[in-house]
C-alpha cells in the first residue's frame, strides 16, 4: 500500500499546504519537506529488497470489463525515479521557501509543487497505461500553472500554453497508441503487454502503436524537433527550474520508453531512437553555445542530455541501458544543483547574464563551490 498512500498523502499536502502556510509562513517549506524526505525514506528502505530482483504489485479493480484498475508497480526503474522524485523535490520545496518567501503567491507554489510532485510519482509507479496517462496529463496541467508562476508576466503565461500545447498534442498521440496496444493485446496492463511482447511485435498495428507512443515521449522530453519549449519554459521560477525541467518532468518521456523496452525493443523500427537522440543531443550542444542567459544556456544542455538518453536506449544493448540509466540519476543531481546556483546567483545580483556576471567565489564561496563541484560531475 506504500505506493497509493505516498501518492495520495502527496496530493493530500498539496490540498492542505495553504492551511500549513498560514501557522507556519516560509517556514512551511520545512515541514513540508520533512514528510517529502520521509516518502523518500520508506522507498530508500525498498532499495535492498527491489536490488535483489523482487518487484511489488498493486492492483484495485475499478472497471475490469473495460481493462480499467488502480495498478501499481514498483521494480528497478520505478524505484530510480521515485527516489529522485522525491529526494530532489523535497530539497526543492527547502529551497523554494526561502527563494520565494517574499513572494505573495508563495502558498501558490507549495500547492502546486506538491501536486506536481504527486502526478509525476503516480506516473513513475503506474502499472496500467490509462492510470499512467492520467498522471502524465496531471504533470502537463501543474507544470502549466509552474511555468506561468509568475503570470502577470506575458513571456511566462506564452511559456505555459506553448509547453502545454506541445506536451499535450503528444500525450493525444500517446493515448491513441495506448488504444491500439489495447486492441492489440486486450489489455492496457504494462506486465501484461511485457509478458506478451513476441506476439505484439509480430502484430501489424505494433508499429503504429510505437509511433504514437513515441511521439508523447518526444514531446515530453523535448526531443527536436519538439525541443524548443524546453528553454522557453526558463520563465519559470528557479526552483520549478531546477526540478521539472532538469530532473523529473522532461525525464517522463524518457522513462516511458525504458519502461516500454521489453515491449518494442526487439522490433526494426526501435531503432529510430538512435538518430532522433544523436540529432537532440547535438541540437543542445550547440544551441548552448550562443547563450547568455544562464538558465536558458542549462536548459540547451538539458536538452542535449535528453538526447543522449534516448540515443542510449536507442542502442538498446545492456550496457547503453545501464549507462543510461547511471547517467540519467548523476544528470539529475548535477543539473538541479547547477539551476539552484543559477537560483543563487540571479537572487543575489539580480542577473543571468553571463556576460556581466564574475568575481562572485568572494562574496559568494558555498555556492562557487556547489558550481564547481557540479559542472565537475557534468564534465564526468
Do not use: C
Not at 517522463?252 to 529510430?272: E, K, N, Q, T
Not at 550496457?319 to 543531481?333: D, E, P, Q
Amino acid at each position: 500500500m506504500l505506493m497509493p498512500v505516498s501518492i495520495l498523502s502527496g496530493i493530500g499536502l498539496a490540498i492542505g499546504s495553504a492551511w500549513i502556510f498560514r501557522a507556519l509562513k516560509h517556514r512551511a517549506a520545512l515541514l513540508l519537506a520533512l514528510l517529502v524526505f520521509l516518502a523518500f525514506g520508506f522507498f530508500g528502505f525498498l532499495i535492498p529488497q527491489i536490488a535483489s530482483g523482487t518487484q511489488l504489485h498493486l492492483s484495485i479493480p475499478w472497471a475490469p470489463n473495460f481493462g480499467l484498475a488502480f495498478s501499481f508497480h514498483l521494480d528497478g526503474l520505478s524505484l530510480l525515479f521515485s527516489v529522485l522524485i522525491l529526494g530532489i523535490g523535497g530539497l526543492v520545496v527547502v529551497y523554494g521557501g526561502e527563494y520565494l518567501k517574499d513572494h505573495p503567491a508563495l502558498p501558490r507554489f507549495f500547492s502546486l509543487i506538491m501536486l506536481f510532485m504527486s502526478a509525476m510519482l503516480g506516473l513513475v509507479l503506474s502499472g496500467n497505461a490509462l492510470l499512467l496517462f492520467l498522471f502524465w496529463e496531471l504533470t502537463s496541467i501543474s507544470s502549466f500553472f509552474l511555468i506561468g508562476f509568475d503570470h502577470a508576466r506575458p513571456t511566462a503565461r506564452a511559456a505555459a500554453w506553448q509547453a502545454l500545447l506541445v506536451t499535450g498534442a503528444g500525450s493525444l498521440a500517446m493515448l491513441a497508441g495506448f488504444v491500439l496496444m489495447f486492441v492489440i493485446s486486450g489489455s492496457f496492463e504494462l506486465q501484461d503487454w511485457i509478458q506478451s511482447a513476441s506476439a505484439i511485435q509480430q502484430h501489424a498495428l505494433a508499429p503504429a502503436a510505437f509511433v504514437l507512443i513515441l511521439i508523447g515521449a518526444m514531446t515530453k522530453s523535448a526531443q527536436f524537433p519538439f525541443h524548443f519549449w524546453l528553454p522557453n519554459a526558463m520563465e519559470a521560477p528557479t526552483p520549478v527550474s531546477a526540478y521539472l525541467h532538469s530532473a523529473t518532468m522532461v525525464k517522463a518521456g524518457v522513462y516511458l520508453l525504458a519502461r516500454l523496452y521489453p515491449v518494442f525493443g526487439g522490433m526494426a523500427i526501435w531503432s529510430a531512437l538512435i538518430p532522433i537522440g544523436l540529432v537532440t543531443l547535438l541540437a543542445g550542444a550547440l544551441l548552448a553555445l550562443g547563450q547568455t542567459d544562464l538558465k536558458r544556456l542549462l536548459a540547451y544542455t538539458t536538452v542535449g542530455a535528453l538526447g543522449g538518453l534516448v540515443f542510449l536506449l536507442g542502442l538498446g544493448t545492456s550496457l547503453a541501458i545501464k549507462t543510461a540509466m547511471a547517467f540519467l540519476f548523476a544528470h539529475a543531481l548535477y543539473k538541479g544543483a547547477l539551476f539552484l546556483v543559477a537560483g543563487a546567483v540571479d537572487h543575489a545580483v539580480h542577473s543571468r547574464d553571463i556576460r556581466e556576471l564574475g568575481g562572485l567565489a568572494k562574496g559568494m564561496p558555498f555556492t562557487a563551490v556547489a558550481a564547481g563541484l557540479a559542472a565537475l560531475s557534468m564534465a564526468g
